[in-house]
T-cell receptor, first 110, second 114 residues
Framework: QKEVEQNSGPLSVPEGAIASLNCTYS??????FFWYRQYSGKSPELIMF????GDKEDGRFTAQLNKASQYVSLLIRDSQPSDSATYLC??????????FGAGTRLTVKP | SAVISQKPSRDICQRGTSLTIQCQVD?????MFWYRQQPGQSLTLIAT?????????ESGFVIDKFPISRPNLTFSTLTVSNMSPEDSSIYLC???????????FGPGTRLTVT
């Protein structure tokens, strides 16, 4: 079982729609969860982090965490073509090591 | 967040040679990390570099192949030794943010081994 699993996509949504990105993790002791955005040819850029169960909102982005289900998600409201990128879920593993999922490629169509 | 630079941004190297990648941060940081991202893949942690101690390597990565230096709190180098085409990848350094475990990444070094 992979430590962090994401649907690789591609996920395609129309402009203005809500994009929903999902991630599951295997280490029940994980406490810190991150979403990164990576444009093609660029390095990952931190979008959000979440530590507590529930929702955390930042502008058009909402991170959701459910530790009991070992599930973290990212919602992007009012999706824009500029949101088209690969989204990486990351989880803090033992000894502060960060483990990444394979990423979900999102395409927002005008 | 910290401003991170890497040199070189890209290079094409012959097999059997070595390349040293530099990572410079504009502020002092305790934890620095080196990752590899192979084409179409996610990030794989190579090692954690802390100032004043030996780097800690992940399973599958060894010091002889990927020696790391961390001479101070703003700088680190990763050497890719005795390169083969399988080492063609993007190499990224990152630093940890202040106390909340988030990491910020440098722009990466795109390495092609022929």
């Amino acid at each position: 079982q992979k430590e962090v699993e994401q649907n690789s996509g591609p996920l395609s949504v129309p402009e203005g729609a809500i994009a929903s990105l999902n991630c599951t993790y295997s280490d029940r002791g994980s406490q810190s969860f991150f979403w990164y955005r990576q444009y093609s040819g660029k390095s990952p850029e931190l979008i959000m982090f979440i530590y507590s169960n529930g929702d955390k909102e930042d502008g058009r982005f909402t991170a959701q965490l459910n530790k009991a289900s070992q599930y973290v998600s990212l919602l992007i409201r009012d999706s824009q073509p500029s949101d088209s990128a690969t989204y990486l879920c990351a989880v803090i593993h033992n000894n502060n090591d960060m483990r990444f999922g394979a990423g979900t490629r999102l395409t927002v169509k005008p | 967040s910290a401003v991170i630079s890497q040199k070189p941004s890209r290079d094409i190297c012959q097999r059997g040679t070595s390349l040293t990648i530099q990572c410079q941060v504009d502020s002092q940081v305790t934890m620095m990390f080196w990752y590899r991202q192979q084409p179409g893949q996610s990030l794989t942690l190579i090692a954690t570099a802390n100032q004043g101690s030996e780097a800690t390597y992940e399973s599958g990565f060894v010091i002889d192949k990927f020696p790391i230096s961390r001479p101070n709190l703003t700088f680190s180098t990763l050497t890719v030794s005795n390169m083969s085409p399988e080492d063609s990848s993007i190499y990224l350094c990152s630093v940890e943010g202040g106390g909340t475990y988030e990491q910020y990444f440098g722009p990466g070094t795109r390495l092609t081994v022929t």
